[in-house]
């Protein structure tokens, strides 16, 4: 697992733009494109639990030449309460240096995920707001009926399309962990996870239900990946 922590962080690192001090998206998918929330705040947040505390101050001081670390949803990771269920998410350009573009998903519409309970990431997010608000007995129970969703391959929720999303698997293990759960499936979800590194140290944003990769391996995902992970070794 060591192992996999490094390579991981190595990635993180290397998408770091030398004059922006930001994390990119992705190498290829969108190697141009760097955003504030969720990407860099995560990555920031990733850094810092790992001990990386002054990659995470030089990322949060980009952040705020921007005026934007904060955007109402992904904090929860981070231990703080924010307005549940999430807003519907609108993203935001914030500017153009060069080639690269600054974007922001910024959750402040007046319409909710009204369906929440369909979307296993937003399940596991409001399990993370249970948790940060002392309520750990509903946020048990939330990650119980969320869990449900797994069918042994990945969480085929409303937003399944036929692939699988990575970062789900990773937010399961993220908040059964943090209200001291024993995970059904919990090693299988562990197992599935691990699979999607690249070898670049990167995780795939996406899989098929043969488990073979999809997609770009990207910030958000990876960021996801390395706080579970960080969770069951460092526990």
């Known amino acids: 697992m060591r192992a996999v922590i490094h390579d991981g962080l190595d990635y993180l690192n290397d998408q770091i733009h030398p004059k922006l001090g930001l994390l990119r998206e992705s190498p290829e998918v969108a190697p141009n494109r760097y955003w504030l929330t969720n990407d860099n705040a995560l990555a920031g947040y990733t850094f810092s639990q790992f001990g990386y505390k002054d990659t995470r101050r030089m990322i ?49 519409s007046d319409s909710r995920y009204e369906d929440w309970q369909e979307y296993a990431n937003l399940g596991f997010m409001m399990v993370l707001n249970s948790v940060n608000q002392d309520n750990v007995d509903l946020a048990r129970e939330q990650v119980l009926t969320t869990r449900q969703m797994f069918d042994e391959k990945g969480f085929k929720d409303k ?50 239900e043969n488990l073979n990769p999809m997609g770009d391996t990207n910030t958000e995902t990876t960021s996801f990946a390395l706080l579970a992970i960080h969770t069951l070794v460092y526990r």
């Open 60 to 108: 949060l001081r980009n952040l705020d030449d921007y005026g934007d670390f904060e955007n109402n949803y992904i904090e929860v990771v981070m231990g703080h309460v924010v307005d549940m269920p999430p807003r519907i998410p609108e993203a935001v350009l914030i500017t153009k240096i060069g080639d690269a573009e600054i974007w922001t998903e910024k959750h402040e």
């Open 159 to 208: 937003a399944f399309n036929g692939s699988y999303e990575t970062y789900k698997l990773a937010l399961a293990i993220y908040a059964a962990s943090k209200c001291k759960v024993e995970l059904q499936d919990g090693e299988k979800i562990l197992e599935i996870l691990l699979e999607m590194q690249d070898k670049n140290g990167g995780f795939h944003t996406h899989y098929d």
